[in-house]
């Protein structure tokens, strides 16, 4: 019987790998559609900004099953002058194989006035978010599909009748994203310690549920950059990003060209454990 389940669960997590490329296909559809109904379909303003995201990720291993994620980002304007944002992130992870891992977790973005249409003031928002991480390899490429469901809870500010920023409410709304990445390494014929590598992603956000504004399409990202494998735990990216922002009013898009660099330590604990007396 348990290994008829086992069978069964492998069986399923196969076809659920080998299925994502038709899911993507779904998906990627379904936004372009959005896209053209509620971004690029209906006039609109374009507002550049120039922003720095400096970044640190880590999934680490605490059994061969669980584990846990840490994110800081910290998002400048005019590259690293200004505050745009403050986002930490972090969550718990289950890794069904060595290519499927579920996480859930919790995320405080702290938002700031920025660039030419700036917020009324600054505001927090908590997040719960779930994600679910598919891995790939197609000769020297790497593939990467994330699926991302968060729940969103952010301060609203109106003016007072000094003309002040006061807070009124708590605003919850729902948002899905899709990532796909594409990871190939230039000097050598796979991912390794002291390893160049060329990474690109292409990332879609939709908003759905209620207090969704005019912004059903919420945002899309655009990405390349080169990174140096350090060793089996850590390596560093250096890219550009494009990232567009369509605003809740349904004529502003900010154009935002972001400088990102990051550093991803993985952590593996279960080492330490094995090694413990």
């Known amino acids: 019987m348990q290994q008829q389940l086992k069978t069964n669960n492998l069986s399923f997590l196969f076809g659920l790998t080998r299925s994502a490329a038709t899911i993507n296909l779904l998906l990627l559809s379904l936004l372009l559609a959005f896209a053209l109904q509620n971004g690029y379909a209906?006039?609109?303003?374009?507002?550049?900004?120039?922003?720095?995201?400096y970044m640190l990720f880590g999934n680490h291993r605490l059994t061969n099953k669980w584990g846990l994620h840490t994110e800081y980002q910290w998002r400048r304007n005019d590259i690293v002058t200004n505050w745009q944002q403050s986002l930490l992130r972090i969550g718990v992870d289950y890794r069904f194989n060595d290519n499927v891992m579920l996480t859930a977790g919790y995320g405080n973005i702290i938002t700031y006035p920025y660039g030419e249409l700036p917020t009324l003031t600054t505001f927090n928002e908590n997040r719960i978010w779930e994600n679910l991480l598919i891995t790939q390899k197609l000769n020297r490429f790497y593939l990467q599909h994330r699926y991302r469901l968060e729940q969103r809870f952010a301060d609203h500010y109106v003016k007072n009748a000094e003309g002040m920023p006061e807070k009124d409410k708590v605003i919850y709304t729902n948002r899905m994203r899709y990532l796909f990445s594409v990871t190939y390494p230039l000097n050598k014929p796979v991912m390794e310690k002291n390893t160049l590598f060329l990474r690109l992603y292409e990332e879609a956000f939709v908003n759905f549920g209620e207090n969704v504004g005019k912004n059903i399409f919420d945002q899309n990202r655009a990405y390349i950059a080169l990174g140096y494998q350090i060793?089996?735990?850590?390596?560093?990216q250096a890219g550009y990003l494009h990232h567009l922002v369509f605003k809740p009013d349904g004529i502003h898009v900010e154009k935002n060209n972001t400088l990102q660099l990051g550093l991803t330590y993985n952590l593996d604990l279960r080492k330490q454990h094995h090694s413990a007396p």
């Open 42 to 53: 209906q006039p609109r303003e374009h507002i550049t900004n120039t922003n720095g995201w």
């Open 231 to 236: 060793n089996k735990q850590a390596n560093i």
